[in-house]
């Protein structure tokens, strides 16, 4: 039997509550059926006219399950006990699941929530790409200081509110580059490159304090506790009393030491935080380039001579 294998079974004393949070399938499916009503057979009270693509009706759908496969499957439980599946968890909540989620929801839908009185002013400012660069880097950076990060882990509602907080700056973020609303999508391609660079620097220094440093940085791994106390976040307080007895610490499920396992997260993060905006830098580039090259001119064959 795999230490996969074995994690898994361990995994099972936390009860189907902890492992597959049904309260938050729930929540996500209603999520779904609202905009399947809303873009679907409502849309004309809503004042619109056309569905969704194919396409965007798939990424929607594809976002909201790997919403569910982060923050609501296994992979959350484990994010409390190896910051490996955390720095997973996040990369996708962070870096893939906004993308889907801007480019899914119609334009029309898009309008209705950026031109409201309380939230234009507020996302105006936090889509400016230099304050959204600093603002969501920044924020990022905190949240993983040992005390901050520490903290979250042992209130529910600092948890849940850094979680959502996080996700509105990552939507504002990813909306520079791909902002569905023509009008509002005001940078060259050459300054979007620029913007994802500086992503990439800013972030990297986060990273690199986990990776190089020599000592784990985060209570909620290393104490006893606290890690129950982080545990409290995603386990039944009834079957967490029940086996907290039985419990010594994240290393009975953890194949790797802390030490490794907080290195191994900050390389994943760093990685999947690379790729990805490699990857967006690259569609830029070739859209652009591929643009420019159409309206190029071609030699007229009148003036080539025999």
């Given amino acids: 039997m795999t230490w996969l294998e074995t994690m898994s079974l361990d995994l099972q004393i936390f009860g189907f509550r902890a492992l597959w949070s049904p309260y938050y399938f729930l929540f996500l499916l209603a999520i779904a059926i609202a905009y399947y009503l809303i873009t679907g057979p409502m849309r004309e009270k809503f004042g619109a006219e056309d569905q969704p693509t194919v396409r965007q009706q798939i990424g929607f759908y594809i976002g909201l399950i790997l919403l569910y496969i982060v923050k609501g499957s296994p992979i959350d439980l484990l994010s409390h006990i190896m910051l490996t599946a955390h720095m997973t968890q996040m990369a996708i909540y962070l870096l893939v699941v906004p993308i889907l989620i801007i480019k899914g929801i119609p334009v029309w839908i898009w309008k209705k929530v950026v031109y409201a009185p309380i939230i234009r002013p507020i996302f105006k400012l936090l889509t400016q790409p230099i304050v959204i660069v600093l603002v969501f880097n920044l924020a990022f950076s905190i949240y993983h200081m040992p005390a901050v990060f520490d903290f979250t882990k042992s209130s529910p509602i600092a948890h849940s509110s850094i979680a959502i907080a996080l996700f509105i700056l990552a939507i504002c973020m990813w909306w520079v580059i791909y902002c569905p609303i023509k009008e ?46 982080a545990m409290a976040l995603c386990v039944p307080a009834d079957v967490l009393n029940g086996i907290s007895g039985d419990l010594s610490g994240p290393e009975m499920f953890s194949p790797l030491s802390t030490m490794d396992d907080q290195q191994l997260g900050a390389i994943i993060m760093q990685t999947v935080i690379q790729f990805v905006y490699a990857y967006v830098i690259g569609k830029v580039f070739f859209a652009w380039f591929k643009k420019g090259s159409g309206k190029i001119d071609p030699i007229p064959t009148s003036h080539i001579s025999s």
């Fill in 184 to 229: 509002l999508d005001r940078l060259n391609p050459l300054l979007k490159i620029v913007y994802m660079v500086a992503h990439g620097a800013l972030i990297t220094p986060a990273c690199a304090l986990l990776i190089f440093t020599g000592t784990p940085q985060f209570a909620a791994y290393t104490s006893e506790g606290a890690w129950i106390q």
